[in-house]
């Protein structure tokens, strides 16, 4: 061993489980030998499938076994080096004082096996990719102990020591769900990804694979002969369809709770030295600590019903990822007004003030949509005399979408509140946003061709995130007011 590698530490590797658990990495890059493999066979080429088959699982194998091999990491006085790659070496280095915290995950076959998967935040986190480095398999009693290091260890600016570390396991909770609470959001959070799927498939291939929900001979088969259900559906086809639609949203909400529950159980967020530390996961267990300096903004999401009901969302807006590419950090999936005021004041943020005036976008946002939009109103009424349905369907989507855009008009306001910007958005995805003056990186100021038509302008704020940069728009307003707004957000930097 070089003398500059015995400063560094001493080297470790993954835990020799990681022989088992890597294999789900290389079975998820080869989906091109399963193809592979299944034409093979579809054409009845048997011996050259199972020579395939040994070929991938050699390579599998060797891969797996390769990477553990030449993987090393080593915690020194200054920094963490983690050495990697077969043919192409990686010697990466992560000094302390760049390390924002460290995030330890379990999945259930590394809870199964006592493993454990950690990564480093840095100040240099963006994207979706483990640019900073990590761990993907050692044991859950070594991470917990490099965790408790590395904060130790780090300098001045975010310096956490080890007896801190213990105390945040036992430090107050700002916030927590219950199973309750967690299956309401799952109500909250159905699957429209689920339902779209499913009814593509119903009018795809629906009747040839018998999945048709929208049939009358769907229900049938799946009900018994003398069922009052059976007997109301088979007489009329709008009653077919109208169980197919009630079966399709029920399994929505089925989907959005199933993974809601997986992902939010035992949802609990602590107050720590280091940050926000948030805790979650059935299956996939996630330990996250959100640095209060590296958050940027402050997001409050709902709809129609959540609102009425008094519920919401609060995410925050964070120079880290989040759940591999978002920036969005997710602390309170489902709380009332109240809780979220509290973790807002563990950020030392002012509440909310519902008495500071706002103003309201441009009636331009609505007209510059209606006007073109009612231009398609005359060729669908000639439609719907020839084509009845299809010309109804289609006055119908555009009188949706116009009445959604003055609702959304109606709602959008916005505020200067002394050192932030308050924004509120949206009729059916209604969001609020807070956006403290000194996260502003940039103002942009836009003017079309045909908003010049309405004498206003888009005003776009930049902010940095673990995206790598996000954005905040007030989409219309006077131009005037649009570079005031402009001039007054970038004050703190002119």
Same mark, same amino acid.
């Given at each position: 061993?070089r003398?500059?590698d015995i400063?560094?530490?001493t080297?470790?590797?993954?835990h020799?489980?990681y ?5 789900g =990495?290389?079975?998820r890059q080869m989906?091109?030998?399963y193809?592979? +493999? ?6 009845g080429n ?5 020579l ?6 050699v390579v599998?194998v060797?891969?797996?076994f390769?990477?553990?091999r030449?993987?090393?990491y ?10 990697s790659?077969?043919l192409k ?8 004082d760049?390390?924002?915290d460290?995030?330890i995950?379990?999945g ?7 493993l ?12 979706g990719?483990d ?11 070594r ?7 590395v904060r130790?260890?780090?300098g001045?600016?975010?310096v956490? $020591?080890?007896?801190?570390a213990d105390?945040?396991?036992?430090s107050p ?6 199973i309750?609470?967690v299956?309401?959001a799952? !109500? ?5 990804a ?12 629906g009747?040839v694979a018998?999945f ?6 769907f229900?049938?088969q799946?009900l018994?002969?003398g069922?009052?259900i059976v007997?109301?559906?088979l007489?009329?086809?709008?009653f077919?369809?109208?169980?197919g ?11 959005? !709770? +199933?993974?809601?529950?997986a992902?939010?159980?035992r949802?609990r967020l ?7 530390r948030?805790r979650r996961g059935?299956f996939t ?6 640095p209060?300096r ?6 409050i %999401?709902?709809?129609?019903v959540?609102?009425?009901l008094?519920?919401s969302?609060?995410?925050?807006q964070s120079?880290a990822s ?16 109240y809780?979220?005021?509290?973790i ?11 008495s500071?005036p ?5 009636r ?7 006007a ?6 005359i060729p669908?009424?000639?439609l719907?005399?020839v084509?009845?349905? +299809?010309g ?8 949706v979408l ?5 609702l959304c008009w ?8 002394t050192d932030?910007?308050?924004i509120r958005?949206g009729w059916?995805?209604r969001?609020r946003i807070i956006?403290p003056? =000194?996260s502003i990186?940039?103002?942009?100021v836009?003017?079309s061709?045909?908003?010049r038509l309405?004498?206003? %302008?888009?005003?776009?704020?930049g902010?940095a995130?673990g995206?790598?940069y996000s ?12 570079? $005031?707004?402009r001039r007054?957000?970038l004050?703190?930097y002119?």
């Amino acid at each position: 061993m070089r003398t500059a590698d015995i400063a560094v530490g001493t080297p470790e590797r993954l835990h020799p489980l990681y022989l088992l658990t890597g294999l789900g =990495s290389w079975l998820r890059q080869m989906i091109g030998g399963y193809a592979a +493999i299944g034409c093979s066979a579809a054409t009845g080429n048997w011996r050259t499938a199972a020579l395939l088959l040994a070929v991938m699982a050699v390579v599998m194998v060797g891969g797996v076994f390769l990477h553990w091999r030449r993987f090393e990491y080593r915690v020194g006085v200054n920094e963490i080096r983690i050495d990697s790659g077969i043919l192409k070496r990686t010697h990466r280095s992560i000094p302390f004082d760049r390390i924002q915290d460290v995030d330890i995950s379990q999945g259930p076959i590394l809870r199964l096996l006592g493993l454990a998967r950690v990564k480093f935040e840095t100040g240099g986190s963006a994207g979706g990719k483990d640019d900073d480095g990590a761990l993907a398999g050692i044991a859950l009693t070594r991470a917990e102990t490099l965790r408790d290091q590395v904060r130790s260890l780090r300098g001045a600016g975010g310096v956490v $020591t080890a007896s801190e570390a213990d105390a945040a396991s036992n430090s107050p909770i700002v916030f927590s769900m219950d199973i309750r609470r967690v299956l309401v959001a799952g !109500v909250f959070n159905f699957s429209l990804a689920i339902i779209a799927a499913l009814f593509g498939i119903t009018q795809t291939i629906g009747d040839v694979a018998g999945f048709d929900l929208f049939a009358r001979r769907f229900w049938r088969q799946a009900l018994d002969a003398g069922s009052p259900i059976v007997d109301l559906i088979l007489p009329y086809h709008l009653f077919a369809v109208l169980a197919g639609a009630v079966l399709l949203i029920a399994i929505g909400l089925a989907a959005g !709770v +199933i993974r809601t529950v997986a992902r939010e159980f035992r949802f609990r967020l602590d107050r720590t030295s280091a940050g926000l530390r948030r805790r979650r996961g059935l299956f996939t267990l996630t330990d996250v600590t959100l640095p209060i300096r590296r958050i940027q903004a402050a997001i409050i %999401a709902s709809g129609p019903v959540r609102d009425n009901l008094g519920w919401s969302e609060l995410k925050l807006q964070s120079l880290a990822s989040d759940d591999g590419s978002k920036g969005d950090h997710v602390v309170a999936p489902l709380a009332r007004e109240y809780e979220i005021a509290s973790i807002l004041g563990e950020l030392d943020w002012r509440p909310l003030d519902t008495s500071v005036p706002t103003s309201r976008i441009s009636r331009a946002y609505a007209w510059s949509f209606t006007a073109p939009a009612a231009l398609l109103l005359i060729p669908l009424v000639i439609l719907s005399l020839v084509m009845p349905w +299809i010309g109804a369907a289609g006055l119908t989507v555009v009188a949706v979408l116009i009445t959604t855009r003055w609702l959304c008009w109606r709602r959008f306001r916005y505020a200067l509140d002394t050192d932030r910007l308050l924004i509120r958005s949206g009729w059916w995805r209604r969001r609020r946003i807070i956006l403290p003056l =000194s996260s502003i990186q940039s103002a942009d100021v836009t003017e079309s061709i045909f908003s010049r038509l309405f004498g206003v %302008a888009a005003v776009t704020f930049g902010v940095a995130s673990g995206r790598g940069y996000s954005s905040h728009r007030i989409p219309a307003v006077n131009r005037e007011i649009a570079y $005031t707004l402009r001039r007054q957000a970038l004050a703190a930097y002119l």
